[in-house]
């Protein structure tokens, strides 16, 4: 079935610090891929999406690339602030059916100014 | 435009009792979804509608669980009888179905059986 793994934290950067956070996943045919967010207090919210191979999703200087040959979308941030404290999801949906949507395990992003 | 509604935001009950948590799409949104978030796991799917029929309900635990999606709108999430390891906040999402789009999480209640 269709899985999603992501590099498990806690994580703890310091303000400027590149961040990158691992996921790869397993699935039939060809997913929509996501990044959600959870700020402390808050509900899931969309961070960016990419829905075909080699597209690239970015959005409040966040990137994640669509590898369909290594079958990952790792979050990247050049420069970490401390407002980006919160818990990050990888997760797909599988196109053309079900549109199940299926989450990573969640990786805890501190950062310290 | 209007969230995903959901309520109650939280709710204590003892063991072996019943709860309901009720959930208002975006409107317009096919697709509904209930995720059980344990502390410190990431969502785990427990049912999807596709209008008012179930799409997807292989994890839901259906000798305690129930879930319903009243004319294809709102939706009502049931455990009866709640056991000790049912504590988690439940979450309910919605999206329109369509190839690509996201889902809109509402706050999420946090239940805690005691």
């Known amino acids: 079935g269709n899985s999603v793994t992501q590099m498990e934290g806690p994580v703890t950067l310091s303000e400027e610090a590149f961040l990158t956070i691992n996921c790869t996943y397993t699935?039939?045919?060809?997913?929509?891929l996501f990044w959600y967010v959870q700020y402390p207090g808050e509900g899931l919210q969309l961070l960016l999406k990419?829905?075909?191979?080699?597209d690239k999703g970015s959005n409040k200087g966040f990137e994640a690339t669509y590898r369909k040959e290594t079958t990952s979308f790792h979050l990247e941030k050049g420069s970490v602030q401390v407002s980006d404290s919160a818990v990050y999801f990888c997760?797909?949906?599988?196109?053309?059916?079900?549109?199940?949507?299926?989450f990573g395990k969640g990786m805890k992003l501190t950062v310290n100014p | 435009e209007a969230g995903v509604a959901q309520s109650p935001r939280y709710k204590i009950i003892e063991k072996r009792q019943s709860v309901a948590f009720w959930c208002n799409p975006i409107s317009g949104h096919a697709t509904l979804y209930w995720y059980q978030q344990i502390l410190g796991q990431g969502p785990k799917l427990l049912i999807q509608f596709q209008n008012n029929g179930v799409v997807d309900d292989s994890q839901l635990p259906k000798d305690r669980f129930s879930a319903e999606r009243l004319k294809g709108v709102d939706s009502t999430l049931k455990i009866q009888p709640a056991k000790l390891e049912d504590s988690a906040v439940y979450l309910c999402?919605?999206?329109?179905?369509?190839?690509?789009?996201?889902?809109?999480f509402g706050q999420g209640t946090r239940l805690t059986v005691v």
């Open positions: 997760a797909l949906c599988n196109q053309g059916g079900s549109e199940k949507l299926v």
């Open positions: 699935a039939t045919g060809y997913p929509s």
């Open positions: 999402a919605s999206s329109l179905g369509i190839t690509g789009t996201e889902a809109f």
């Open positions: 990419a829905t075909k191979a080699d």
